[in-house]
């Protein structure tokens, strides 16, 4: 069974839990991560969630998302889900936006409560994704995503629009705002 670790409000390690027990009405603060992945050309790579997932099935966000197991380091944890996701091998990875936070809520009422570290990583490796992970996905030109995410919000995951405002790649703000936030 997959386990996630809670957080207290102030962001400190408060015991661990199901992950299916933590997504849904009364979701606990608990730890996650979010990576942007670049290839060679400057293009970000975009994926599609399957259908299949509990939250925001079939929406358009960053590369991956994921949460690190009891004890695991957050690179680690990035490391392994990129390889899990969309078998992809990471040339480098760096956080970004360390204390990303954010609280959303699906159409089918799964709650997402994070402080979710948003990582910046390169590969010059093709994704494979994992069919049950991503069902489609695109490189595409910053600017473009920054653009599509402005006009339509609502075709992204409400944690791809967030981070979208803080990310100069994106058009948004410094990372530094983030602190302010």
Known sequence: MERVVLLSAEGSEIGTAPKSSVHGAATRLH??????????RGRLLVTRRALTKAAWPGVWTNAFCGHPAPGEELLAAVRRRAEHELGLALDTVEPVLPFFRYRATDAAGVVENEICPVYLATTSHDPRPHPDEVIEHRWVDREDLAESVRRAPWAFSPWLVLQARLLPFLGGGTASEELAS
Do not use: E, R, Y
């Not at 730890?31 to 060679?40: G, I, M, N, W």
């Open 31 to 40: 730890l996650a991560f979010s990576c942007h992945v670049f290839d060679p």
